[in-house]
């Protein structure tokens, strides 16, 4: 492999031993993640200086190598900045909660010892992570100003900062600045270029794909593929599943279902035999995905199996989608009683977006007792605060609930008040499907528009619809969609033939 600045931005502070030793295991390396794996069994099985043993660690830890991690801190256990690196951020909470205070106490432990400060900096951009990426925001401010400083102070540091901008987005992002984020994501990768440093550039490059997924699916795809492109270049299996599942958001926010279901089996078929967890979002996507094509059973399944996984530690959302799930299977009562669980969380994490979802599935749980006007109005709460912040998926799913409602309540005006029905939310998931050119969230829109033309007795008009909705696309992301559309022009069509309408 080549030199990387990755690694050779270490050089102006370590000895000329541990930078011959590096440039010898780059020679012989063909990418990154086995000049990684070389180095690490390198200061595993030999004595090295100290600062190539850090060097190990925290690539190591890039890598998130769990049992690698460990064999090196039985070994230099007593290094007291190496200590920190040794728990891995590998989920999308779980791990950040589980070990935040460990970490930041060997954190304050290293400092104490007065370290060098390219060690201090990076000490500082280890804590950034555990308040990454659903931590609060002030949290996440104080690393990075601490990192700030130590760059203002001692330019020499310049070499670090440009993840400082990654993180620095995803505070922005939290505050519902979408452009500032994308601007500040511009600079970190111009900057992680000019030091030749991918791992930087991946990071900045993998926020501003999950930032576009809520904007524009064209361009957060774009960036998905060139960050492909980027790992297969460093072959790290951990960033192939933080690309798996982070794409799987931009399907999800596409409605190519199917495709985000895929992305974590894949993910899962990646880590099958390894050191490393599933991660909690895994089981919280998959779980709501279901949910939102109306499986409640296989919902709950991955829900009740992330419950599982996550032992003691309590995850609001995925007790807020366990309350889904619930619901869809129509046990209700058990659905209110987390949901009831999940709102101290809900208010302890100081996320909007999670107070939002708490909204939707409150509106769920009263749509299945039939107070369909009361479940308009939470779920028009949750889709207030999603609309603060793209993320196309929180959106869509209050939209598709909020049609669903409007067909149920069409039905009952229909039979009891004898009045039309208000469309306002299928006009609008309509619009924001065809507008965000999102194609499955069309589909679902026309399977619902066809429900409403059924229900109506325009059964012409609803095999009309669906017929139109299954030219949208043909991608393996929709299978399952076009399953169901399928499955519902057969029953239109007897029931047409039925009729004798049928041309």
């Not at 999950?210 to 299996?237: C, K």
């Not at 609008?428 to 194609?439: M, V």
Request: with cysteine.
């Amino acid at each position: 492999m080549k030199p990387l600045g990755t690694i050779t931005k270490y050089y102006p502070f370590i000895d000329e031993t541990s930078k011959e030793i590096l440039n010898s295991l780059m020679d012989e390396s063909d990418n990154y993640y086995e000049f990684v794996q070389r180095l690490c069994e390198t200061t595993i099985e030999n004595e090295v200086p100290f600062n190539l043993a850090y060097l190990a660690t925290v690539q190591a830890w890039w890598c998130r190598m769990s049992g690698t991690l460990q064999q090196i801190g039985e070994r230099y256990n007593d290094v007291p900045w190496i200590k920190p690196w040794l728990y891995i951020v590998d989920s999308g909470k779980r791990d950040q909660a589980l070990t935040h205070d460990t970490v930041i106490r060997y954190i304050d432990c290293a400092l104490e010892q007065q370290v060098d400060d390219w060690i201090e900096i990076d000490l500082h951009i280890l804590h950034a992570f555990f308040h990454h990426p659903m931590g609060e925001i002030i949290s996440l401010f104080e690393p990075l100003d601490k990192a700030k400083d130590l760059i203002a102070a001692y330019p020499h540091l310049g070499c670090f900062e440009s993840v400082l901008y990654a993180f620095e987005a995803i505070a922005i992002f939290k505050e519902d600045d979408v452009n500032g984020a994308l601007e500040i994501l511009q600079k970190g990768k111009s900057l992680a270029k000019r030091h030749d440093d991918e791992l930087y550039l991946y990071m900045n490059m993998l926020q501003e794909a999950i930032i576009l997924s809520g904007v524009n699916v064209n361009e957060s795809a774009s960036m998905f593929e060139n960050l492909y492109e980027l790992v297969q270049d460093l072959q790290v299996p951990a960033l192939f599943t933080e690309i798996l599942n982070d794409s799987s958001l931009l399907y999800e926010t596409m409605g190519e279902f199917d495709l985000t279901i895929s992305c974590h089996h894949e993910m899962m078929k990646i880590l099958d035999g390894s050191d490393r967890r599933i991660s909690d979002t895994t089981f919280m996507i998959l779980g709501r995905t279901y949910a939102t094509l109306g499986d409640g059973e296989k919902s709950l399944e991955w829900i009740n199996r992330g419950v599982e996984d996550s032992g003691q530690f309590e995850s609001a959302p995925l007790l807020l989608y366990r309350a889904w799930a619930l619901a869809l299977v129509n046990r209700i009562d058990e659905a209110e009683k987390v949901l009831e669980t999940a709102y101290p969380l809900v208010i302890k994490d100081g996320l909007e977006r999670y107070l939002g979802i708490y909204y939707h599935i409150s509106g769920v749980i009263e749509f299945r007792r039939g107070n369909y006007l009361s479940a308009i109005d939470l779920i028009e709460k949750a889709l207030e605060i999603a609309d603060k912040s793209p993320r196309g998926t929180d959106q869509n799913r209050a939209l598709l609930d909020l049609a669903r409602i409007e067909n149920s309540m069409a039905t009952q005006s229909k039979d009891d008040m004898k009045v039309a029905a208000p469309r306002k939310w299928l006009s609008t998931l309509e619009k924001r499907a065809c507008d965000g050119d999102l194609p499955g969230i069309r589909m679902y829109a026309g399977i619902l528009k066809s429900e409403f033309y059924q229900n109506n007795g325009q059964l012409k008009d609803a095999l009309v619809t669906l017929q139109d909705a299954l030219t949208i696309t043909d991608s393996l992301g929709v299978q399952t969609l076009r399953r169901k559309i399928t499955k519902r022009i057969h029953n239109l069509e007897q029931l047409l033939q039925q009729e004798g309408t049928i041309s």
